[in-house]
T-cell receptor, first 113, second 112 residues
Framework: AQSVTQLDSQVPVFEEAPVELRCNYS??????LFWYVQYPNQGLQLLLK??????LVKGINGFEAEFNKSQTSFHLRKPSVHISDTAEYFC???????????FGTGTRLKVLA | KAGVTQTPRYLIKTRGQQVTLSCSPI?????VSWYQQTPGQGLQFLFE???????NKGNFPGRFSGRQFSNSRSEMNVSTLELGDSALYLC???????????FGQGTRLTVV
């Protein structure tokens, strides 16, 4: 069985500062990893995904994440955040061939002016 | 390309009633999965359908059921509604070959 841990429930950060949202997973099989963002009263929007290949993954809106198999981590980073990045961010894992995602509990990113 | 469409967006039902939610996937996508999102339990997997067959099912009571039609549209049904069924129900569409799923805006169900 897989599981996902998002270590921070809330992360406040000032505008134009860098941010890292942490995600650790556990699985006995190879997995696919994802980061989704959710704005209030909206569905989930895919930020980026790791399926295979390069461990550094670049996504939309300037976000990137690094897959670290030895640390079983998939942390999300952005070098300079904007007010518009205020949202909830979810890390998810699944194994190949299925869309049964296991989600973390989410991290609320609040960007302060 | 149109995204995933969920109808209705908002719904208020009374305890004991039943409800049907609809999801139209992205054109060409054959896989549809459903999730329940609540403040207490977070995002939980309900079911996954591919070409009209249920491929996976989450740990929900039998009151929760779903189906997929030949045009890939999907419905989920909840019978004998309980207050705890109040949630945002999200549908996700994918090509069925692994990789990412694309989510709809969700249906906000309130049970009173």
């Amino acid at each position: 069985a897989q599981s996902v841990t998002q270590l921070d429930s809330q992360v406040p950060v000032f505008e134009e500062a860098p941010v890292e949202l942490r995600c650790n997973y556990s699985s006995s099989v190879s997995v696919y990893l994802f980061w989704y963002v959710q704005y209030p009263n909206q569905g989930l929007q895919l930020l980026l995904k790791y399926l295979s290949g390069s461990t550094l993954v670049k996504g939309i809106n300037g976000f990137e994440a690094e897959f670290n198999k030895s640390q079983t981590s998939f942390h999300l980073r952005k070098p300079s955040v904007h007010i518009s990045d205020t949202a909830e961010y979810f890390c998810a894992v699944t194994r190949g061939g299925t869309y049964k995602y296991i989600f973390g509990t989410g991290t609320r990113l609040k960007v302060l002016a | 390309k149109a995204g995933v469409t969920q109808t209705p967006r908002y719904l208020i039902k009374t305890r004991g009633q039943q409800v049907t939610l609809s999801c139209s996937p992205i054109s060409g996508h054959r896989s549809v999965s459903w999730y329940q999102q609540t403040p207490g339990q977070g995002l939980q997997f309900l079911f996954e359908y591919f070409s009209e067959t249920q491929r996976n099912k989450g740990n929900f009571p039998g009151r929760f059921s779903g189906r997929q039609f030949s045009n890939s549209r999907s419905e989920m049904n909840v019978s004998t509604l309980e207050l705890g069924d109040s949630a945002l129900y999200l549908c996700a569409s994918s090509n069925g070959q692994g990789g990412e799923a694309f989510f709809g805006q969700g249906t906000r169900l309130t049970v009173v």
